[in-house]
């Protein structure tokens, strides 16, 4: 299994774009990089995932180096509520199991 | 769509006694399921994957006897945690897989207390 690494934390000014960085370098080519988050004592909520090209949705947008080996998931413009800890996992290939590593609690600061 | 219901949110029980939890996919057909354990502070654990029709397959020092997992359905699984004590207290989710978006769905999961 790919492991991911992830800044610890990070803080970003609400209404700012917040970019929250990945590493996967040992990620093969047939597994995607996916991305969730955890508000305090809830269940993860699936923000985005992407294999190779870049991808936007209407929470997030997904840059994907073209070595694959990082990623950075970009939240346009950060609220209050987008503070949660932030996962970035790599799926596919020969394993189907959601692998959670530590992740980066995101503080939206006012 | 992709609605993961699990249930109930909050349980506390007395040590020695067992306590279920459901896991439901209102929507769509789950064949596999998963169940994690999250501690404060700490990060999701997978604990075991649930196999409809099958024997759920446990990660590496999970007590299968002490975690028990059926999933009869398509559309539930049920976790048993048996005989509890204090140090199962923790944060019990569980998570399905979804053709919608080709990731998983997550429980809102089950805060249990063991007293």
């Known amino acids: 299994d790919a492991k991911t690494t992830q800044p610890p934390s990070m803080d970003c000014a609400e209404g700012r774009a917040a970019n929250l960085p990945c590493n996967h370098s040992t990620i093969s080519g047939n597994e995607y990089v996916y991305w969730y988050r955890q508000i305090h004592s809830q269940g993860p909520q699936y923000i985005i995932h992407g294999l190779k090209n870049n991808e936007t949705n209407e929470m997030a947008s997904l840059i994907i180096t073209e070595d694959r080996k990082s990623s950075t998931l970009i939240l346009p413009h950060a609220t209050l509520r987008d503070t949660a800890v932030y996962y970035c996992i790599v799926l596919g290939g020969a394993t189907n199991k959601l692998i959670f590593g530590t992740g980066t609690l995101l503080a939206v600061q006012p | 769509g992709a609605v993961v219901s699990q249930h109930p949110s909050r349980v506390i029980c007395k040590s020695g006694t067992s306590v279920k939890i459901e896991c439901r996919s209102l929507?769509?057909?789950?064949?596999?399921m998963f169940w994690y354990r999250q501690f404060p502070k700490q990060s999701l654990m997978l604990m075991a994957t649930?196999?409809?029709?099958?024997?759920?397959?446990?990660e590496q020092g999970v007590e299968k006897d002490k975690f028990l997992i059926n999933h009869a359905s398509l559309t539930l699984s049920t976790l048993t945690v048996t005989s509890a004590h204090p140090e199962d207290s923790s944060f019990y989710i569980c998570?399905?897989?979804?053709?919608?978006?080709?990731?998983?769905?997550f429980g809102s999961g089950t805060r249990l207390t063991v007293v």
């Open positions: 998570s399905a897989g979804s053709h919608l978006n080709y990731g998983y769905t």
């Open positions: 929507d769509f057909q789950a064949t596999t």
């Open positions: 649930s196999n409809e029709g099958s024997k759920a397959t446990y």
